[in-house]
């Protein structure tokens, strides 16, 4: 199994930035089951969707919306994951969730199908 806790959400004015991190442990968290990895947010009233995610030692992928502004990064040796957030809008507001799975056929996917282990989440507020 894979254990999922994510940190360092919070509320920052629009424009700023936060830094959002995950720890990954269980006997999974070094092996195929997290060679996938990556953050997903759930604005409320809307489904949950891919920011971004990064295989264990390959390219990482990014929404249209993430482009430019977020960062996503991997420490295989810690087994955590961060997504630095810079210039940050209303639009980013949601709960942040942390999310490990399997390589796909064609590497890591946005879609939140792909992956099997979840953390709790942790809540972004931006205002204007």
């Known amino acids: 199994q894979v254990q999922l806790a994510e940190s360092g959400g919070g509320s920052v004015q629009a424009g700023g930035s936060l830094r959002l991190s995950c720890a990954a442990s269980g006997y999974g968290a070094s092996s195929y089951k997290s060679a996938c990895m990556g953050w997903f947010r759930q604005a409320q009233g809307k489904g949950r969707e891919g920011v971004a995610v990064v295989e264990r030692y390959g390219p990482t992928t990014y929404a249209d919306s993430a482009k430019g502004r977020f960062t996503i990064s991997r420490n295989n040796a810690k087994n955590t994951l961060d997504l630095q957030m810079n210039s940050l809008d209303s639009e980013d507001t949601a709960m942040y969730y942390c999310?490990?799975?399997?390589?796909?056929?064609?590497?890591?996917?946005?879609?939140?199908?792909?992956?099997?282990?979840w953390g709790q989440g942790t809540q972004v507020t931006v205002s204007s």
């Open positions: 999310a490990a799975g399997p390589l796909g056929s064609v590497g890591c996917y946005l879609g939140t199908n792909a992956y099997n282990y």
